[in-house]
C-alpha cells in the first residue's frame, strides 16, 4: 500500500503545522510528502484493524470460547 509503489495521482493538501516541526523537518531532510503519506497508511491501517476487530468480535469470542470448552479441532491427532 506504500505509495513509493503505486503510479496513484496526488493531489495538493493545504496543511498546517508547527513552524519549529517544520524547519527541523526541513533541516533533517525529511521529505513531508512522503512522511505524511506513511503515516497517514499506517494510522488507516491500524483504524481498518480495529474496525475489523469490532466487526468480528463476536464471532472471535465464539470461537475462543469453543476452543476453551472443546478444544483445538484434531486435537485428539496431536502427537505431542
Known amino acids: 500500500m506504500h505509495s513509493e509503489t503505486t503510479a496513484e495521482e496526488k493531489s495538493p493538501v493545504n496543511l498546517r503545522i508547527r513552524t519549529t516541526l517544520k524547519n527541523k523537518a526541513k533541516s ?3 521529505n513531508l510528502s512522503q512522511t505524511l503519506e506513511r503515516s ?3 494510522e488507516i491501517s491500524r483504524r481498518e484493524q480495529l474496525e475489523w476487530l ?3 468480535r ?3 469470542e465464539a470461537y475462543n470460547r469453543r476452543i476453551n470448552e472443546r478444544g483445538p479441532a484434531l486435537a485428539a491427532y ?3
Open 78 to 80: 496431536r502427537s505431542f
Open 28 to 30: 533533517l531532510g525529511v
Open 58 to 60: 463476536q464471532a472471535i
Open 40 to 42: 497517514l497508511e499506517d
Open 54 to 56: 469490532e466487526a468480528n
